[in-house]
């Protein structure tokens, strides 16, 4: 708890990664050809020289034909399903440059959507809905407040004349639907408190101003802000109101006061499987295992990469929690798994190149995150608080701080940002400039 690369012009924008900065250059056109391609990047590394004869405009996925008349339509077959995935996975660019000439209010549902999944760092519409059907079957009011929050921050971003292309990319909307969905749960009054729906708008607003606050701080490391204005609104919002207040009272956050009764033959296996996607659901606040699978599924649509990351990274959580003989009934619930599963994402090919040095370094960042939301649930529960996606955002920015001179570990300038697997093809060009430039 960001894909495209972010422009300065807002006629030239189209959609990004997520939890980036709104400055920057256009990325380079890499790969937004769909899933093939990344195979052929990660075997082959890249090409040497373009090939003469390609089609399905210039897609490097293409399927090269001989002269042989026999051979055209088994190879224009072959060629048609990379085609079309290309258009609905990774960002789908071409539907965003689709829509600049199309109505406004169009536009308007498209940002709301990618806000919607750049909560996971996705930037596609059909991944936003999908996720938006998971938000239903957990809870239909929960999946109100998520939309009402998304709507709500993205008006006032346009209102504060923020960077037009964060706003395309679903940029300024992602922190408002976790205001909206975990002031909803957190809520004391149950479900459809309709009341709720004004501190849920003001709470919303205040996502883009901080978001605006932490970028001119976090740029100057160009480094993202990930969920911090979620994580600031809703402590500011629980704080001020907390469990004894007479209109919006609040779930009760005590300390652990006793020893935990841990049973180890009373561990189900199935309840760990079952725990896995739980874990995903737990970034938007959903403990049915059913939204979880939509949900890593919604992920699997934009980046396989990403959708791998985010189930190690839930397993691993579950692995730091049995580890530290955590209740089991947390651990089924998901609530070792959700940060751990973001980290891991973000690491493991979305802020850093994928190799197999950063895979491992995703892979322990997402222990180091596990451990430090065990250490910050004990200490801000003294005060009655939840710890959210803090221990995400801390040590994932901890891990992206990280100096090395191995040139394998490399972080992605944020500009460049977009997702795990142009984010590789990226990388492997990069490195390919420069070792050929002093030749």
């Known amino acids: 708890m960001n894909g495209r690369s972010l422009i300065g012009a807002a006629?030239?924008?189209?959609?990004?990664?997520?939890?980036?900065?709104?400055?920057?250059?256009?990325?380079g056109e890499a790969a937004h050809r769909g899933f093939p391609w990344l195979n052929l990047a990660l075997i082959q590394g890249p090409a040497e020289q373009e090939p003469e004869e390609t089609s399905m405009d210039d897609n490097p996925t293409a399927v090269k034909l001989d002269q042989g008349g026999n051979q055209a339509p088994q190879g224009q077959g072959r060629r048609r399903l990379p085609k079309a995935l290309g258009y609905i996975t990774g960002d789908m660019k071409e539907f965003a440059n689709w829509l600049k000439d199309k109505p406004q209010a169009l536009q308007f549902v498209d940002w709301v959507l990618r806000?919607?999944?750049?909560?996971?760092?996705?930037?596609?519409?059909?991944s936003g809905i999908l996720i938006l059907v998971g938000l239903l079957v957990q809870n239909p009011w929960c999946a109100?407040?998520?939309c009402v929050g998304t709507v709500v921050s993205t008006l006032t971003a346009l209102l504060l004349n923020q960077d037009r292309s964060a706003i395309t990319a679903g940029l300024q909307g992602y922190n408002a639907t976790l205001v909206g969905i975990l002031m909803a749960i957190y809520s004391d009054k149950g479900n459809y408190f309709w009341w709720l729906l004004f501190p849920v708008s003001a709470m919303s607003m205040t996502c883009p101003i901080f978001s605006s606050a932490l970028n001119s701080v976090l740029s100057k490391w160009d480094l993202p802000v990930f969920t911090l204005p979620f994580n600031m609104a809703l402590s500011m919002y629980l704080s001020a109101t907390g469990h004894?207040?007479?209109?919006?009272?609040?779930?009760?956050?005590?300390?652990?006061?006793?020893v935990p009764n841990v049973t180890w033959?009373?561990?189900?296996a199935l309840q760990l499987l079952k725990s896995l996607p739980v874990g995903v659901g737990q970034i938007y606040g959903c403990d049915n295992p059913w939204a979880g699978g939509i949900f890593l599924g919604a992920i699997l649509l934009s980046s396989p990469l990403m959708c791998l990351h985010a189930a190690i990274g839930s397993l691993l959580g579950i692995i730091a929690g049995l580890s530290l003989s955590a209740p089991f009934e947390n651990i089924y619930a998901g609530l070792w798994g959700f940060n751990s599963s973001l980290a891991c994402i973000a690491i493991g090919g979305m802020f850093m190149a994928l190799t197999w040095q950063t895979h491992l370094l995703a892979l322990a960042c997402a222990l180091f995150t596990a451990y430090l939301g065990a250490s910050m649930s004990h200490v801000m529960a003294v005060v009655g608080l939840?710890?959210?996606?803090?221990?995400?955002?801390?040590?994932?920015?901890?891990?992206?701080?990280?100096?090395?001179k191995n040139p394998n570990i490399y972080k992605m300038p944020i500009s460049k940002?977009?997702?795990?697997?142009?984010?590789?093809?990226?990388?492997?060009?990069?490195?390919?400039?420069?070792?050929q430039g002093p030749l």
């Open 144 to 146: 109100l407040n998520g």
């Open 244 to 258: 004894y207040n007479p209109f919006f009272p609040s779930t009760l956050v005590t300390p652990v006061t006793s």
């Open 11 to 27: 006629e030239d924008a189209y959609p990004g990664p997520l939890w980036r900065g709104p400055f920057g250059k256009k990325a």
């Open 265 to 268: 033959p009373d561990l189900s």
């Open 386 to 404: 939840p710890s959210c996606t803090w221990p995400f955002c801390l040590a994932t920015l901890l891990f992206l701080l990280l100096t090395t």
């Open 115 to 126: 806000g919607i999944s750049q909560v996971v760092f996705v930037s596609n519409p059909i």
């Open 417 to 435: 940002v977009t997702y795990p697997e142009e984010n590789r093809i990226f990388y492997l060009q990069s490195t390919k400039r420069t070792v």
